[in-house]
């Protein structure tokens, strides 16, 4: 079966450390992995997705098929970071959907 | 226009009244989703269409009653609804519903959904 593991609910770092919100995935078939981000009173966004291999506002997530992980980091993190973040695998059921993780809130604290 | 539109931003029913929700984009996707939301969880799949067509029903009760009339809407009949229905109902949107272009989801801000 198909499922998305937050391990943190919360996460508090200070402005300027580094953050490292963990994800990993259970998917017989091939994973595709995306970070949403919903900041406060705004609607969920994609943050980033696996194949772009882009950073979007500093942030990165690397694939580790060997681990099952998607971990998203930044190396210095900002106030404006402070947001709930969702790890979601896309998966093939009939149709396609997202499976979400369960979410991680993320505090920056100045 | 680049965003999924719902509404109304919040409702509030009995139990025993008829409302339906809608959903409206212009962005040519073909492939439109609802979601409900509790609090503090993620984002639950209740329906996906894709071409207009229902392909997802994730046993969903009969309580709850989507269609999609044409490429750009999406409603969501309500009836009958339960106190432990209350909760932000999402819809979302994709390009497609297959491939790399189904897979990025685009979100409408929600209907905030109170039943009595």
């Known amino acids: 079966a198909q499922r998305v593991t937050q391990p943190e609910k919360l996460l508090s770092v200070f402005k300027g450390a580094p953050v490292e919100l963990k994800c990993n995935y259970s998917?017989?078939?091939?994973?595709?992995l995306f970070w949403y981000v919903q900041y406060s009173r705004q609607r969920l966004q994609l943050l980033l997705r696996?194949?772009s291999r882009e950073s979007i506002k500093g942030f990165t997530a690397d694939l580790n098929k060997g681990e099952t992980s998607f971990h998203l980091k930044k190396p210095f993190a900002q106030e404006e970071d402070s947001a709930m973040y969702y790890c979601?695998?896309?998966?093939?059921?009939?149709?396609?959907?997202?499976?979400f993780g369960q979410g991680t809130r993320l505090t920056i604290n100045p | 226009d680049t965003e999924v539109t719902q509404t109304p931003k919040h409702l509030v029913m009995g139990m025993t009244n008829k409302k339906s929700l809608k959903c409206e984009q212009h962005?040519?996707?073909?492939?439109m989703y609802w979601y409900k939301q509790k609090a503090k969880k993620p984002p639950e799949l209740m329906f996906v269409?894709?071409?207009?067509?229902?392909?997802i029903n994730e046993s969903v009760p009969s309580r709850f009653s989507p269609e999609c009339p044409n490429s750009s809407l999406l409603n969501l009949h309500l009836h009958a609804l339960q106190p432990e229905d209350s909760a932000l109902y999402l819809c979302?949107?994709?390009?497609?519903?297959?491939?790399?272009?189904?897979?990025?989801?685009?979100f409408g801000p929600g209907t905030r959904l109170t039943v009595l």
């Open positions: 979302a949107s994709s390009h497609r519903n297959l491939g790399l272009a189904g897979s990025e989801q685009f």
């Open positions: 998917y017989s078939g091939s994973p595709e």
């Open positions: 696996h194949i």
């Open positions: 979601a695998l896309s998966v093939i059921q009939g149709a396609q959907k997202l499976v």
């Open positions: 962005m040519g996707h073909r492939a």
């Open positions: 269409y894709s071409y207009e067509k229902l392909s």
